[in-house]
């Protein structure tokens, strides 16, 4: 049972443009969201996280959307650059685990920046 | 600051060997959790080491094991192994401990294969 679900494999964007990657959850005791991004052969890269107290969080070119009653997070990135080409995993936690350090993943998505 | 290190970067065992990976978490850090990424499964929680005492274990059998060192260093063991352990196996590390959030910084991880 996906408890995290990141629905598109793959998102393909021109260099400029808006990315928006989205990620639904099932769990309602989830309550941290978190982004992360990963290049092939490194670990990934923590991005932006979003408590459920609230329903936005922005970091420069970086905003996390939260809908608690869809159970549903976005991120955007705007402008998107060639670098960001990379994939982007969707993780959450919350009291359920036991532990605020046991992280559910999506499957992620490849986000490809096109120049 | 150094970041987390996990030796060896890459792998080869055979069936019904057994296999130890390293992870020294970045300096401070007292959580440590162990993440398995297959290309099928995406990144799925192994366990979380805290003060030495394991606080939280995943859906894995018993073959993987893991302990946490008086100076936060862990160890992961995982013995018999099988074809479907080939994965890459993440450490991961984290600041705090309670109930404030806090990211998971990884490391880049062990690629082990198993032939």
């Known amino acids: 049972d996906q408890q995290v679900k990141q629905n598109s494999p793959s998102l393909s964007v021109q260099e400029g443009r808006i990315s928006i990657l989205n990620c639904d959850y099932t769990n309602s005791m989830f309550d941290y969201f978190l982004w992360y991004k990963k290049y092939p052969a490194e670990g990934p890269t923590f991005l932006i996280s979003?408590?459920?107290?609230?329903d936005k969080n922005e970091d420069g070119r970086f905003t996390v959307f939260l809908n608690k009653s869809a159970k549903h997070l976005s991120l955007h990135i705007v402008p998107s650059q060639p670098g960001d080409s990379a994939v982007y995993f969707c993780a959450a936690s919350g009291v359920s685990g036991g532990s605020n350090y046991k992280l559910t993943f999506g499957k992620g998505t490849l986000l490809t920046v096109n120049p | 600051k150094a970041g987390v290190t996990q030796t060896p970067r890459y792998l080869i065992k055979t069936r019904g060997q057994q296999v130890t990976l390293s992870c020294s978490p970045i300096?401070?850090?007292?959580?440590v959790s162990w993440y398995q990424q297959t290309p099928g499964q995406g990144l799925q929680f192994l366990f979380e080491y805290f003060s030495e005492t394991q606080r939280n274990k995943g859906n894995f059998p018993g073959r993987f094991s893991g302990r946490q060192f008086s100076n936060s260093r862990s160890e992961m063991n995982v013995s018999t192994l099988e074809l479907g352990d080939s994965a890459l196996y993440l450490c991961?590390?984290?600041?705090?401990?309670?109930?404030?959030?806090?990211?998971?910084?990884f490391g880049n991880g062990t690629r082990l294969t198993v032939t």
């Open positions: 979003i408590s459920s107290i609230k």
């Open positions: 300096s401070g850090h007292r959580s």
């Open positions: 991961a590390s984290s600041w705090i401990s309670g109930q404030v959030y806090s990211p998971l910084h």
